[in-house]
């Protein structure tokens, strides 16, 4: 549902700069609210109101357009002439109804008016179309992340395969070194496991003997089972 309410241009005597705001009730009201809960000592007047859609966001797109001009971040006061508070809104909201109730607002020239509208239109779409395009960089940016991303698990997936094929193709082309470097390999291992086995078991074994004949017998069965894989070409490990 389209919330519709009024944004108001106020200005006072006691003040240099307007006040740009909204409201849902009638304008005249809240300014009786403004003023009674004031220590201005003179009462705001209403030079222009507008009765427009989406009241609410609108004001926030008003006072982000007149921002640079603002007294008080934390205030709805604004260093502008009439022109271009009128203006301001004229661009920004889609007004069902308006009306100038001062002398001075209805003096204020329509060319002038009609100049700031136009400038801030401009000045919106720009924005917006910069917003798009930040926004399209953004999702470029993230869509390049993720084509990396995936390019590099397929390379990773790649290189799996090709060391699995290469593994494959290895042994499918040296059976019978693989064969030979078993037959050579197997029978100094088993070797290896028989003495550690008898010293351990025999009459007068011990963990200590078994370890120091596995520690001794280890080192020419190791050198023998690389020296067969060095000598066939064959990787132990594959």
């Not at 003096?107 to 926004?135: F, G, H």
């Amino acid at each position: 549902m389209t919330m519709k309410g009024f944004i108001y241009v106020l200005s006072n005597p006691s003040l240099p700069s307007l006040k740009i705001g909204k409201t849902k009730a009638d304008p005249s009201q809240r300014v009786k609210e403004l003023t009674g809960s004031t220590s201005i000592p003179t009462p705001f007047v209403i030079e222009y109101y507008a009765y427009v859609e989406e009241f609410d966001a609108k004001e926030r797109e008003i006072h982000q357009v007149l921002d640079d001009a603002r007294v008080n971040k934390n205030r709805e006061f604004f260093e502008v002439d009439i022109a271009s508070a009128i203006g301001t809104i004229e661009a920004t909201c889609n007004v069902l109804y308006s009306e100038k109730l001062t002398d001075k607002a209805r003096e204020t020239s329509d060319d002038d008016i009609q100049r700031v509208s136009d400038a801030t239109a401009t000045l919106i779409e720009t924005k917006n179309q910069l917003e798009v395009a930040e926004e399209i960089e953004k999702q470029a940016v993230k869509v390049a992340r993720l084509k990396a991303q995936k390019a590099g698990a397929e390379a990773a997936e790649k290189v799996f395969k090709e060391h699995r094929s290469n593994r494959s193709k290895n042994r499918s082309e040296a059976p019978i070194r693989t064969f030979i470097h078993n037959a050579l390999t197997w029978p100094a291992i088993g070797f290896w496991f028989l003495m550690v086995g008898i010293t351990l078991f025999g009459e007068e074994g011990s963990w200590l003997s078994a370890a120091i004949t596995g520690f001794i017998l280890i080192i020419p069965v190791g050198l023998w089972v690389g020296l067969v894989s060095k000598v066939l070409g064959v990787d132990p490990d594959k």
